[in-house]
């Protein structure tokens, strides 16, 4: 008889042990799932606001370098009316000779 109330008393320390456990996996698991969950959330959160500074770095990107292609035509403008104009007065300085 004694071995049998020892026993009851392993099966519910065992018992109680397995219901602790599975209750802190539990625990853990709902922890997990909450968390992946915020991660999930914040990324895409970010994710979004990125897009949207990459979009506008693109924009900017292009307006700068439709810009920058401007100036080069309008410096080469410039520098052709010089050189036409230089070589007027060049020719006009040695044909005198």
Known sequence: ??????????NEGLNK???????AAKNANDF???????????TVKRGAEW?????KAIKG?????????D????TL???KGQII???KRFRALFSKN
């Open 1 to 10: 008889m004694a071995r049998k109330i020892t026993d009851l008393k392993i």
């Open 17 to 23: 042990g397995l219901d602790t456990a599975k209750e």
């Open 32 to 42: 997990v799932y909450e968390t992946s969950e915020d991660v999930v959330e914040f």
């Open 51 to 55: 897009q949207n500074v990459t979009e």
């Open 61 to 69: 990107g292009l307006k700068l370098a439709a810009n920058q292609q």
């Open 71 to 74: 100036l080069v035509f309008d």
């Open 77 to 79: 403008e410039v520098i």
């Open 85 to 87: 104009g230089g070589s």
